[in-house]
């Protein structure tokens, strides 16, 4: 069964960079197979996709945050992360890792709260 485990800092501080890590486990199908995502969901708001990093290594992201957003990934340790930069509390919300583009395996969302 794929399993995705999101990890990173818990309070990241306005204007600092903002930087989680997804680590995939039990994954049956080869890891290069697929596109892993990054989503948030902000307090009382609805689920927000951030970006993508396809099979290929090629990434793509939302167009309000592309200026500030990286995403990566290391195939060696099937894991990915996600960078933003110059943080604002509006970034404060529940991050989600995924799977592909339909999204059929979750992390469990680590909350990030922007905040002085």
């Known amino acids: 069964q794929v399993k995705l485990q999101e990890s990173g800092p818990g309070l990241v501080k306005p204007s600092q960079t903002l930087s989680l890590t997804c680590t995939v486990s039990g994954a049956s199908i080869a890891w290069n197979d697929y596109s892993w995502s990054w989503l948030r969901q902000p307090p009382g708001k609805g689920l927000e996709w951030i970006g993508s990093?396809?099979?290929?290594?090629?990434?793509y992201y939302s167009p309000p945050l592309k200026s500030r957003t990286s995403i990566a990934r290391d195939t060696s340790k099937k894991q990915f992360t996600l960078q933003v930069s110059s943080v604002t509390p509006e970034y404060t919300a529940v991050y989600y890792c995924?799977?592909?583009?339909?999204?059929?395996?979750w992390g469990q969302g680590t909350q990030v709260t922007v905040s002085s």
């Open positions: 990093i396809g099979y290929s290594g090629s990434t």
């Open positions: 995924a799977r592909g583009t339909v999204y059929d395996y």
